[in-house]
């Protein structure tokens, strides 16, 4: 970037994750400086560093909770913000339904602490990053966005709560602008594998385990159903990479910017693949075979599930670009030179050579790049 132009700030909470990340890039690369409010809780910030290893611009960072009122109001009266992406928030449907009021607390009182200093501050342009969880496991493919919520689990409708209460609000107030994404099954990481999913936990779609067995940290992989109605008899999802997804929510917020009101779109490729189908894909791109034991169907999963995608690319002009095949190979650049994600547990091992290549696959050293702390 020019350093005698000001580019404007977009307030990114829960940047320093895995979708927030990769925003941040998208976000650099059109032109905007985007501020980070994360509590590094289930992140961390190194991926900041790789950020501006990436772009040669270094995300702001603030420490702090999307929860807490007077942290959020102290970064607004700091930053005259032209917008918020917010991303915060705990995602994991299993923890969701052993930890309900913990998904709430964070999901919903978050996001109306969080809107409720945006509209003190009089920041009224919102990009929300929800979920197709909120159509549950019954909606038939493809998924239009009118499609009725129907969550079948804490976490989803914790997604789905937040929708209601920003339609009421745009509803009341024709000041906002808001737009709620609901991406897919979000997988891969960025080219140049320096920034991907952080490790942490039990991994929420099947990529990561994928990857797991072909490093060799995973012994097989469990293929749950092979008796589906689906042309191989396993599951099928819709796959969508993550840059495609953050380049989503850049097209979104160009959008909010230009018209107040709110939208619904759904992030997906429009097209489903199967497990079978990203196993060999995956195969593909690391030259390794993956071990399979098939096993039974699991209760509540849906034979099929993919996006109607057209209402993102008619009201914003926003489509994905990237296919199942730079999808694994940019998921397996990230895995084979970060085994431990942002950790320095072990050095990296040299990456193979990768089959599809569309950045040098070796990756390239990260420079000592400091973040800017804010402190509160």
């Not at 690369?29 to 992140?43: H, I």
């Not at 042309?231 to 230009?258: F, I, K, P």
Request: hydrophobic share 45%; net charge neutral; aromatic share 6%.
């Amino acid at each position: 970037m020019n350093a005698a132009f000001s580019p404007p700030k977009i307030l990114v909470t829960g940047g320093a994750g895995f979708i927030g990340s990769h925003a941040c890039v998208a976000l650099i690369a059109a032109g905007y400086l985007p501020v980070v409010l994360d509590t590094l809780v289930n992140s961390s910030a190194r991926s900041l560093e790789r950020i501006a290893a990436i772009t040669g611009v270094a995300p702001l960072l603030v420490r702090a909770d999307v929860r807490d009122a007077a942290a959020l109001e102290r970064v607004f009266a700091a930053h005259a913000f032209g917008a918020v992406l917010h991303l915060a928030g705990l995602k994991a449907v299993g923890d969701s339904v052993d930890d309900p009021l913990g998904y709430y607390e964070v999901n919903v009182a978050g996001t109306l602490a969080l809107v409720r200093a945006m509209d003190r501050a009089g920041v009224r342009r919102l990009v929300f990053s929800s979920s197709a969880t909120v159509y549950g496991d019954t909606a038939r493919s493809p998924i239009p966005e009118s499609a009725p919520h129907a969550a079948v689990n804490p976490y989803g409708r914790t997604k789905a709560m937040v929708e209601t209460v920003l339609l009421d609000l745009a509803h009341a107030d024709a000041r906002w602008g808001i737009a709620c994404l609901r991406f897919f099954n979000p997988v891969g990481a960025h080219e140049s594998g320096l920034i991907g999913e952080h490790p942490n936990g039990r991994p929420n779609n099947l990529m990561p385990y994928i990857s797991q067995v072909a490093v060799g940290t995973r012994a097989h992989l469990v293929v749950h159903g092979t008796d589906y109605d689906t042309a191989d008899g396993t599951g099928v999802r819709d796959y969508v990479h993550v840059m495609d997804v953050a380049e989503g929510h850049v097209a979104a917020l160009r959008h909010v910017t230009r018209e107040p009101g709110i939208l619904m779109a759904n992030l997906g490729t429009g097209r489903g693949a199967s497990v079978l189908e990203v196993v060999s894909a995956f195969e593909r791109a690391s030259g390794r075979a993956i071990a399979l034991r098939l096993g039974p169907r699991r209760p509540g999963d849906a034979p099929a599930y993919w996006a109607d995608a057209g209402s993102a690319q008619a009201r914003f002009g926003w489509r994905a670009r990237r296919s199942l095949d730079d999808m694994c190979a940019d998921s397996w650049r990230w895995q084979v030179g970060n085994p431990h994600g942002f950790d320095e547990a072990a050095p990296p091992p040299p990456p193979p050579p990768l089959p599809l290549p569309r950045t040098p696959s070796t990756q390239p050293g990260i420079p000592s790049c400091p973040i800017p702390f804010l402190p509160l």
